[in-house]
């Protein structure tokens, strides 16, 4: 992940955090709905959020979580002004935001605002593609755990066992599969003691075995 937004900013930085609106989320509350128009930017401060899409068959489809310290819904300030995805709280959450006023002041006044602006959204660009040539080329079983893994990295807080709060149907629809398909690995890894299956959560017990059952 690139340097985060207030990092950028340096010694303006608490400038800018005193202009930014704090919004406090409770858990399962819309940050924004796709489709909304977009005129801020959110960085997470506290929390994790799910970025959801919808198909078009009209299913919604988990895309990711986001935690703290990374920026959701930059694109709809630089591309048509719309949301291009939904964004829910999965626990109690607080965001700051940039209205696109500042946001355009800070990449006319800022050369290195705007330089990571570019990044970010290469880096998820590169992300996305990432995740397209998994679903074409990784089998099913693999893009599950690795899945799980990269979860495992937003969940992490430091103890041991990191506890993902994520549904399976998400963490299906994460990996380009559904739900029935995704608990076959999920319970072969949780028999090989990689990691428990709870109600609405995945436990990661042992991740270097979670990464070697997902190559």
Avoid at 32 to 48: A, Q, Y
Wanted: include cysteine; charged fraction near 30%; charge should be neutral.
């Amino acid at each position: 992940m690139i340097c985060g937004l207030l990092d950028i900013l340096g010694p303006e930085a608490s400038r800018w955090r005193a202009k930014m609106r704090r919004h406090r989320y409770g858990r399962n509350e819309t940050v924004f709905r796709e489709g909304d128009p977009g005129d801020t930017l959110h960085v997470i401060d506290k929390g994790r959020v799910l970025v959801e899409t919808t198909t078009s068959i009209g299913n919604v489809a988990a895309l990711s979580v986001r935690g703290p310290g990374e920026v959701i819904g930059e694109l709809a300030l630089v591309g048509n002004g719309r949301r291009t995805a939904s964004v829910t709280a999965l626990e109690p959450t607080e965001t700051l935001s940039l209205t696109q006023g500042m946001v355009e002041d800070l990449r006319t006044t800022d050369s290195n605002f705007d330089r990571y602006l570019v990044e970010l959204l290469a880096e998820k660009l590169a992300e996305t593609m990432a995740q397209l040539m998994e679903v074409l080329f990784v089998p099913v079983n693999s893009r599950v755990l690795r899945v799980v893994d990269r979860l495992a990295t937003a969940f992490d807080d430091g103890q041991m066992p990191i506890v993902i709060r994520v549904r399976q149907e998400d963490i299906a629809a994460m990996a380009g599969t559904r739900r029935q398909t995704a608990n076959r690995p999920l319970k072969a890894a949780e028999a090989k003691g990689a990691v428990r299956i709870g109600r609405g959560s995945v436990e990661i017990v042992d991740r270097e075995l979670l990464r070697e059952l997902g190559r």
